[in-house]
């Protein structure tokens, strides 16, 4: 029985990231790299994962540093280990495709200064066991990574014709350059934060 | 009052264990980083080399054989040796039979986000530019990148005349033109939505080759007389 529900409720800490409280359509967290490299669905989707990755790592070792690190001075932990896990991401980026690092360009490093990670931190790893903080780095991982891919879809359907740089559109389709451009950002992420919020207010009312 | 004493008591303790935890994840991070650059290096610098190579055969069409070259602050020809940074580096491309396709030259200026890298191949024998690419650039997505991808602007630079005149230097600089408006073979048609990108282009390959190319174009007479 006890197990039982030990089960039900790890279930939920892994699934709570991706719609409940997700991290850009619930939370609004991580702005900057939702805005700015969503302008193709490859971009898109690299980000999500490289961010994805370091909240991992940096969730693990916090949760495991949980009770070595004092209070005093716990965020400048937090943010050593952080960059050190985005540097190792930024080399291994590099090591993957030189073109790919060369269009997240200088977002790698900004993914230091992404809320979604420190909050995580701060608010879930540093209370938690190692595999409750897995399981949470994991949900929020996936969660930020679908969102940053369904704007990057939108824009790179609307803006460019195209999918993972596949035409779909025939011959002759006048793209919409807006929203490649910074203000198509902004324009698709409205329209996401619409659309969630009529779904899960109609999911409560029912 | 209370609360200050209390702060008194604790602080002796904590700040040896406060040290600790940052010099301890300090350590941690340092050979973190270190182990990843050190297993990353060399698969980085294949794939940037690899970069290169693959754009000097873009820019010289037949090329199997390449050779790398610099101009020195005097303006000659010199063979580089591995580690050499000169002036302005260039390579040579050679076909299977050893004949000289042309040389692809490397080039940057400032564009419209940041410094714009380029490569492109010069053909001596016909004293006309035979290729273009884009190296390294930050412009605008959907905009200013088209340099690098718009198909009519590519083919620019499939003849662009760069010939030298009697005394020397180049008879005609390189310079962009409005979208349209071409009527000279050394004149670049721009991009409408990429102005300032195209211009830049156009600005950097002229700069560029009112250096290399007389040098170059002494080098080949020497080279073919002989």
Known sequence: ?206 | MSEASNIEMQNPANSKKMLLAMVGIGIISAFLIVMSFELTLPRVTRLKAEALEKAIFEVLPGTVRTQAYGVNTNGELIELAEGDKPEITLYAGYTSEGNLVGYAIEASGQGYADIIRILYGYDPAKQTIIGFQVLESKETPGLGDKIAKDERFQNNFNALDVSISKDGQLRNKVITVKQGQKQHEWEIDGITGATISSRAVGNIIGESTSNVVPVLHEYFKKESNE
């Not at chain 1, 950002?185 to 999911?203: E, H, P, S, Y």
């Open chain 1, 1 to 206: 029985m006890s197990s039982d529900k030990q089960k039900v409720t790890s279930t939920d800490e892994f699934i709570k990231g991706l719609w409940r409280d997700n991290p850009v359509f619930v939370q609004v967290l991580g702005m900057c790299p939702t805005l700015a490299v969503t302008n193709t669905a490859e971009n898109a989707f690299a980000m999500g994962l490289a961010t994805a990755f370091v909240l991992l790592m940096s969730n693990i070792l916090v949760s495991l540093l949980r009770n070595f690190v004092p209070k005093q001075v716990r965020i400048a932990s937090y943010i050593l280990i952080i960059a050190t896990f985005v540097t190792v991401t930024d080399y291994a980026i590099q090591a993957i495709s030189v073109e790919l690092h060369k269009s997240l360009g200088a977002f790698i490093s900004l993914i230091v200064v992404n809320c979604l990670i420190l909050s995580r931190a701060e608010a879930f790893a540093s209370k938690n066991t190692v595999g409750r903080s897995i399981l949470d780095a994991l949900g929020m991982g996936l969660g930020f990574t679908f969102a940053l891919f369904c704007l990057g879809a939108v824009r790179e359907i609307l803006g460019n014709g195209s999918i993972f740089n596949m035409p779909i559109f025939p011959e002759g389709y006048q793209s919409w350059i807006v929203m490649i451009l910074p203000a198509g950002g902004f324009f698709t992420l409205a329209a996401w934060l619409l659309v969630i919020n009529k779904v899960q207010t109609r999911k409560a009312k029912s």
